[in-house]
């Protein structure tokens, strides 16, 4: 069964530092990978979508994947304090059909300071 | 304008009461899905849906019942509901053929 892991459990940066978020998996045949932010009480806001090793960018957001070495990580250029969240991580196969399940890793608590 | 929405937003129900929560998408999305979110293990699958009519059992499926009567609606149910079922419950929906899920704002269980 799938594993998926977050590193740092929770983490602290200065508004205009890079913030950089961790995520392992266990399942190399693993090929679809979101990170979603989640505000407090509320529901889940998907950042970025990446499929193929490398980088991908939205805004902000840069996702990095590197499924030989089964890690994918998320970057966050200039944090303000409004992108203080939990940030998830969700990795899903895709077996053909219609039958894609996501697998979340716990979160990562990111606070941003003024 | 929202397009996953869930009902109630908070319950407060009693040991071995019967509770229902809905979810409603106007997504048009085939497949549906109903997580569980508790403090030390993220968000775990119960059910999902292919369609209307259909359910498949997630993850952690004990205790829980769904219906997908029509492809917007989904609902999960506890016949019994016990203290251990206290949590925060979120719906998502998806396209088959796109592993994005879009998610509901949540319901907030607390069974007493």
């Known amino acids: 069964q799938q594993k998926v892991q977050q590193s740092p459990e929770s983490l602290t940066v200065s508004e205009g530092a890079m913030a950089s978020l961790n995520c392992t998996f266990s399942?190399?045949?693993?090929?679809?990978f979101r990170w979603y932010r989640q505000h407090s009480a509320k529901g889940l806001e998907v950042l970025v979508s990446i499929f193929s090793d490398g980088e991908k960018e939205e805004g902000r957001f840069t996702a990095h994947l590197n499924r030989a070495n089964l890690h994918v990580s998320l970057h966050i250029r200039e944090p303000q304090p409004s992108d203080s969240a939990v940030y998830l991580c969700a990795v899903s196969m895709s077996s053909g059909g219609s039958n894609y399940k996501l697998t979340f890793g716990k979160g990562t608590l990111l606070t941003v300071t003024p | 304008e929202a397009a996953v929405t869930q009902s109630p937003r908070n319950k407060v129900a009693v040991t071995g009461g019967k509770v229902t929560l809905s979810c409603n998408q106007t997504n048009n999305h085939n497949n549906m899905y109903w997580y569980r979110q508790d403090t030390g293990h993220g968000l775990r699958l119960i059910h999902y849906s292919y369609g209307a009519g259909s359910t498949e059992k997630g993850d952690i499926p004990d205790g829980y019942k769904a219906s997908r009567p029509s492809q917007e609606n989904f609902s999960l149910i506890l016949e019994l509901a016990t203290p251990s079922q206290t949590s925060v419950y979120f719906c998502a929906s998806g396209d088959p053929n796109y592993a994005e899920q879009f998610f509901g704002p949540g319901t907030r269980l607390t069974v007493l």
């Open positions: 399942d190399g045949t693993s090929n679809n």
